[in-house]
């Protein structure tokens, strides 16, 4: 069964590092997501991405942060200038086979990010 | 503006005892709702989802949900718990209504089964 997959599995970073997170969708899947969640909160929305270009982000998703999908396989998100409070578990997911059309989204297992 | 509540943060069953777990929805128009499940440092798994039609969904593990428009809920029940199904669990609203497409989650129940 096709799933998405996150690499790694747990980041140790310093504050003000650059981190990239990846993530790998599922194959035929159009949209792609990125959330958060910190320990003992609930899952936030930060961006979606479809055909190359942001469709929507939240106020999380500053201007410390990017996404990218550089290849036919991966989805990356970049947070510039890492900070104490971004320490989170960062989900990917991917939905979608066609435009018109909504799907659930399938979660990656996450990754753990740990600011120092 | 759309938002998921889950009032109970916490909840302790009994093995074998049935489950409800609430969830209240706010969304403009015909939502699509999701329960996840998430155990301790894994992902978010599917239990189930609803589009449209028929209100009453079933879902793996033996899990069923409602939904009722009245009462903006989607309520997840299960009849039977097992032991394995502590873990926390998590509503979502998906909103379509741009191509954000994006989920708005509840802060979850953590579930504890004692035996």
């Known amino acids: 069964e096709p799933e998405v997959t996150q690499t790694p599995s747990h980041q140790v970073t310093q504050m003000g590092q650059e981190v990239i997170l990846r993530c790998v969708p599922i194959?035929?899947?159009?949209?792609f997501y990125w959330y958060r969640q910190i320990l003992g909160q609930k899952v936030e929305f930060l961006v979606s991405f479809y055909n190359n270009e942001i469709s929507e982000k939240s106020e999380i998703f500053d201007d410390q942060f990017s996404v990218e999908r550089p290849d036919g396989s991966n989805f990356t998100l970049k947070i510039r200038s890492t900070k104490l409070e971004d320490s989170a578990m960062y989900f990917c997911a991917s939905s979608g086979t066609g435009k018109s059309s909504y799907n659930e989204q399938f979660f990656g297992p996450g990754t753990r990010l740990t600011v120092l | 503006a759309q938002s998921v509540t889950q009032p109970d943060i916490h909840i302790t069953v009994s093995e074998g005892a049935s489950l409800e777990l609430r969830c209240n929805y706010s969304?403009?128009?015909?939502?699509?709702l999701f329960w996840y499940v998430q155990s301790p440092g894994q992902g978010l798994q599917l239990l189930l989802k609803y589009f449209s039609g028929d209100t009453l969904v079933q879902g793996i593990k033996g899990f069923e949900a409602e939904f009722k428009r009245s009462q903006s809920s989607f309520n997840l029940r299960k009849p039977s718990v097992h032991w394995s199904d502590a873990a926390e669990y998590f509503c979502?609203?998906?909103?379509?209504?741009?191509?954000?497409?994006?989920?708005?989650f509840g802060t979850g129940t953590s579930l504890t089964v004692i035996p």
């Open positions: 194959s035929n899947h159009l949209y």
């Open positions: 979502a609203v998906g909103d379509h209504s741009n191509t954000g497409n994006q989920f708005y």
């Open positions: 969304y403009g128009a015909t939502p699509y």
